[in-house]
């Protein structure tokens, strides 16, 4: 994956861009987080402000919906001083400009880096392929590609995950099961978090039904199930997933969905002690998960809203601090 390439000789988080979390290198992933989990040491026991990104401007471009990432983009850049600019979602592509003449049209007006959230797949990394092109060093960060990847929601869940089992020190998840469930097939967050809870040594297994959950998942490094019911007692944490109506995934009927994978109190009582339940949000309450187990006292997915916050404060500083010293 381009941008990983270059893997420097301590172990940071290699180029200016995050693009997707599949072949990253471990130790890129581990910088990443162990720069996040410090922020989130400091940030829970004073204001969480950092000055170091006073000089930046930072753009968000959010071509599809979105309210907890691109707002956590926002307060994340704003905590380290950056100026933020958001296109909004009437921004000119919808006069028929591409989206490369926009993204290239905002970073000629000086920003240091594009946070790019797209239904295509593919579309932050042909931004930065454009911008390089044109000898920009702007950081590209992807919010969100179509199917393919949502790598900061991937590093968010794996820490969330690590700090519930007690892995913040050496983010090895090694000896760790955890299952995604639900609609992967049509997620990106379920292959950023494939990519990075494997690359961290943990074991995961894909839970869903044949047309949301194909064995063909089995190439991203993951087992694939049919039962949740055969998995639940074996995994130390579950991430749960929103079915993505709006990528035509279909389910036979809301109900035969949720009697066969919703996480209700019933099934949430047969996970482990110290099992820990996530979701990425926006969750479908009674669908993919029981009220009463989203507000229940396994549930991580409020402290995944927090912990995202300091995670795109990390990828911010390595990414715009990556440019600015290649610019
Ligand atoms: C996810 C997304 O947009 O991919 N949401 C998010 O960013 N937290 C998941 C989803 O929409 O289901």
Known sequence: MQGHAQLSQSGAWPGASLLALRGAPADGLRSLLTAARDLVREGDRRDPHRPTLVRATIATAFFESSTRTRVSFTIAAQRL?????DLGPASSTSKGETLIDTCR????????????????????????RALRASGSSCAVLNAGDG?????TQGLLDALTIAEAHGRLDSFDLSGLRIAVVGDAANSR?????????????????IVGPPNLAPRSLEALGCRVEEDLDA???????????????????????PADHAAGYQLSAARAATLRPGAVVLHPGPMNRGLEV?????DGPRSRVLRQVRMGVFVRMACLEACVGAAQRSG
């Open 147 to 151: 199917r393919h990847e949502h790598p």
């Open 81 to 85: 001083g950056a100026a933020v600019v």
């Open 105 to 128: 049209t905002i970073e000629a007006m000086g920003v240091d880096a594009l946070i790019v959230r797209h239904e295509q797949a593919g579309a932050a990394q042909s931004v930065e």
């Open 290 to 294: 029981a009220p009463e187990v989203a």
């Open 189 to 205: 967050v379920a292959r950023s978090d494939v990519a990075a809870f494997t690359t961290l040594g943990a074991e995961v297994v």
């Open 231 to 253: 998995v639940l007692s074996e995994v130390d944490a579950v991430q749960m997933l929103r079915i993505q109506f709006e990528r035509a995934a279909s389910v036979a009927s």
